[in-house]
């Protein structure tokens, strides 16, 4: 199995955490997070190969480092269309079965690359992975490239399953609690530091303070709730 990995520029990655990280902190955010999902993939069984489309040449040191080719495509604009643009790559180098996994879902392990992997079937077959609200997908993986459209977006997850289902493939949905957080929000991030995890991302937001510094803003903002 062939893995995709999305990945927008890390200075224009993760806007909706403007709020509560500098642009600075977002693009060492954005970076550990590739870092962790790359090290796992680089390291599980059953994977071929490793494509991250993107449109930032910078990170190309970061890719290699972990074995993985870097596809140039404006990821930054249109997700779908950066994911699709990868068939043509993905037919030369033979693949069969692919899988996107996106670069902002640290706590991707190896036992859920693994349970993908062992999920995909002798037919025609699409698995899904929704993320923690049920709307979005954090991980599609397919029996061949172009099997269905790449939908990214509003109502990702149930705009696949329908698109599968026109196919007359009734989707596996692989529920694993590694896969269902994607760090967009500051609500994720938070979420993401309440357990400490071995990953490059909780180590940065540990030492560079960011964790401490929004333990205590979130601790003070309650508190005032209670005093008001």
Known sequence: MWVVVPSKSPDRAK???ASV???AERRNLVLAMLGDVLA???????VEGIVVTSGEAAISALVASHGAELYSSD??????SALASTN???QQRGANAVMVAPGDIPLLG??????????????PTVILT??????????LAMSSPELIPYLFGTNSFRRHASAARARDIEPIILERPGLGLDIDAPADLCLFMENASPTRAYEYLVDSGIRHRLVAETEATDALAKAG
């Open 40 to 46: 796992t993939l680089a390291k599980s069984v059953g």
């Open 21 to 23: 990280l500098s642009m």
């Open 75 to 80: 990821g930054d604009r249109d997700l779908s």
């Open 88 to 90: 043509g790559f993905l």
């Open 130 to 139: 929704p993320d923690n609200l049920g709307s979005g997908t954090n991980l």
């Open 15 to 17: 806007s909706r955490l």
């Open 110 to 123: 190896v036992s859920d690359v693994a349970a993908a992997v062992e999920a995909m079937g002798a037919g």
